[in-house]
């Protein structure tokens, strides 16, 4: 094995983070008992975050970003992990507390690690990455529920063109539910009815304050990845007994709401944590992931990038510009 690689690595001076691709060794990589063969790793909206030095998720520069990655086991002290076995890894704080997927090596616990499915390349792993996998625990969480394709109702998703967004409508299209897409994105429209969605609606539905704590009843099961009026307008109008999976704060963290739609419709808000997910559920959902998500489908979310071009998508990516997913290639 090759004892150097390039990686994307980010320096803090003055509260200024900049990054530049380097050539490091096998020796700058931090503690671990499995080293990967990166081949590709993505960008998230807190990979962005990490790029522009935001949100205080990193504390220690140099630092090698990348929240996820892709790859091949290169060297392993693991006897279940062999080489060349095909692995992928994300959460865990993996690219924020330790150095991320950004680069052609990695070093990690193999604790951390989940064989890749056979039938999903180390390509589409990262066109899934982070966002897929949360959108995958985001449906379970709404399946534990009770929700089934034969619920009789729309299922939404807010910030639908984003990469959560995205993978849940061709999942949820795949497994045969009725799918409406919330976007502010004007021309979206064909890339989200290519992806499943039987209806897209404009954002701004959701946005205006309505009168009193409940409006009508739409919905029957909706997966909320931005948060703040969407989120509250959204619980007011769930159908009775009906779940809201919370994944994520794009548009606000603040959550104007009363307790009235949880009391007179039982509507559940469903937290969804793809961090610290245990290992026993993300090798369901993974394998979820193999079976109810079209691959084909996932060549239409899909930028490739490589680790120079990465940086210049952060601040698309906090402004919520991003259509899809970015896949950065390592060896590009
Ligand atoms: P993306 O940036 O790819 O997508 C976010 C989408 O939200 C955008 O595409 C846009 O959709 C919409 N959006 C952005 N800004 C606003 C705004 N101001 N008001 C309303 N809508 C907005 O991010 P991801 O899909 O990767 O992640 C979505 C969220 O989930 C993020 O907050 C992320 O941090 C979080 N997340 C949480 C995880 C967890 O474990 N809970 C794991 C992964 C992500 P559109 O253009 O269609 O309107």
């Known amino acids: 094995m090759p004892d150097t690689f390039d990686a994307l690595v980010l320096n803090k001076i003055d509260d200024t ?4 691709v380097e050539t490091l060794g096998l020796v700058d990589l931090p ?3 499995v080293v990967i063969t990166v081949e590709y790793s993505t960008l998230n909206y807190k990979d962005g975050l990490i790029l522009k030095g935001l949100g205080g998720l990193v504390r220690n520069y140099p630092h090698v970003p990348g929240v996820d990655c892709s790859g091949v086991v290169a060297s392993s002290e693991n006897p279940d992990f062999k080489l060349g076995d095909r692995v992928v890894l994300n959460g865990w704080r993996f690219g924020e507390s330790c150095w991320g997927g950004y680069a052609q090596k990695a070093r990690v616990k193999s604790s951390q690690l989940i064989k890749l499915p056979n039938n999903i390349s180390t390509r589409h792993a990262m066109a899934i990455g ?7 625990l985001a449906i379970m969480a709404l399946e534990d529920q009770g929700l089934t394709p034969d619920a009789n109702g729309e299922v939404l998703i807010t910030g639908a063109a984003g990469g959560v967004g ?4 061709a999942i949820l299209a795949q497994l045969g539910y009725q799918v409406v897409a919330l976007t502010g994105r004007s021309g979206s429209s064909n890339y989200l009815k290519a992806l499943g969605a039987s209806n897209v609606i404009n954002r701004k539905e959701l946005e205006q304050p309505v009168k009193g704590p409940l409006t009508a009843e739409r919905w029957v099961a909706a ?3 931005v948060g703040g009026i969407i989120l509250a307008n959204l619980l007011a109008s769930m159908r009775y007994h009906s779940s809201v999976a919370s994944v994520g704060l794009a548009a606000s963290a603040k959550l104007e709401t009363t307790v ?6 039982g509507v559940n808000l469903l937290g969804i944590d793809s961090v610290m997910c245990p290992n026993e559920r993300r090798v369901i959902a993974w394998d979820r992931l193999s079976s109810d998500l079209p691959q084909e489908k996932l060549e239409e979310t899909i930028t490739v990038v490589n680790l120079a071009e ?5 601040d698309e990516i906090l402004a919520g510009k991003i259509q899809g997913r970015i896949v ?4 590009a």
């Open 166 to 169: 995205s993978i849940s409508i």
């Open 130 to 136: 982070t966002a897929g996998y949360t959108a995958m």
């Open 223 to 225: 997966i909320d990845n």
């Open 31 to 33: 503690e671990g008992d």
């Open 260 to 265: 009235i739609p949880f009391i007179i419709r």
């Open 17 to 20: 983070v900049t990054s530049s």
């Open 310 to 314: 990465i940086s210049k998508y952060a």
């Open 328 to 331: 950065v290639d390592v060896n």
